[in-house]
Nanobody, 124 residues
């Protein structure tokens, strides 16, 4: 089983930036794809960005394209989410999740390993 630990959340004003980290340990072989999800109170969990092991495939939700960048440091078993031009609607708990196969990367049911989450709050 792969273990995921997120860090880097916090409170920023609109227009600011944050960088989230997702550190993987344990059976990292099963973490072929790592995806960032977010969930705001009263809303469904939303896929934000996803990346494969070799960083050869990347996907973003339309709501974050051009503002967020996902990257992966294979040597450190860490995935990053650089978030720029943050908006109040980006406020949510952010989770990273891992899976060996991802037929539909935005479907949370595809993932069998989850981190505990890190809170991002953007004020206007």
């Amino acid at each position: 089983q792969v273990r995921l630990v997120e860090s880097g959340g916090g409170s920023v004003q609109a227009g600011g930036s944050l960088r989230l980290s997702c550190a993987a340990s344990g059976n990292t072989f099963s973490a072929e794809y790592i995806t960032w999800f977010r969930q705001a109170p009263g809303k469904e969990r939303e896929g934000v960005a996803s990346i494969d092991r070799q960083s050869s495939w990347i996907a973003y939700a339309n709501s974050v394209k051009g503002r967020f960048t996902i990257s992966r440091d294979a040597a450190k078993n860490t995935v990053y989410l650089q978030m720029n031009s943050l908006k109040p609607e980006d406020t949510a708990m952010y989770f990273c999740a891992a899976t060996l196969h991802a037929n539909a990367w935005v479907d949370s049911r595809e993932y069998n390993a989850w981190g505990q989450g890190t809170q991002v709050t953007v004020s206007s």
